[in-house]
């Protein structure tokens, strides 16, 4: 049974930093992509960040480049979004997931169930 399970969510002022993290188990991701999407109270979930879990190339979303960074550890089974630089406007439930390419929900198969991050202003 595949499970990711989110952490590291909280509350932030803007201008500060967060770290989330999911840990990933009951198969193996290396063929998979791992994203992280957020949704918003009233709005669609959205793609953030994604890498390749085999490559570690990876892909951003314009509204977080430069700011956000994802990474993975192979030997843990563990994706990472660090969140620098934090507006009121990244607040959201940040959802990791895996799947089978890069910027579409569709077309992630498994999702965590989310971790909330609070931005103030």
């Known amino acids: 049974q595949v499970q990711l399970v989110e952490s590291g969510g909280g509350l932030v002022q803007a201008g500060g930093s967060l770290r989330l993290s999911c840990a990933a188990s009951?198969?193996?991701?290396?063929?998979?992509?791992m994203g992280w999407f957020r949704q918003a109270p009233g709005k669609e979930r959205e793609f953030v960040a994604a890498?390749?879990?085999?490559?570690?190339?990876?892909y951003y979303a314009d509204s977080v480049k430069g700011r956000f960074t994802i990474s993975r550890d192979n030997t843990q089974n563990t994706l990472y979004l660090q969140m620098n630089s934090l507006k009121p406007e990244d607040t959201a439930n940040y959802y990791c997931?895996?799947?089978?390419?890069?910027?579409?929900?569709?077309?992630?198969?498994?999702w965590g169930q989310g971790t909330q991050v609070t931005v103030s202003s």
């Open positions: 997931a895996a799947g089978v390419s890069i910027y579409y929900s569709r077309n992630y198969n498994y």
């Open positions: 009951g198969r193996t991701f290396s063929n998979y992509y």
């Open positions: 890498i390749r879990w085999s490559s570690g190339s990876t």
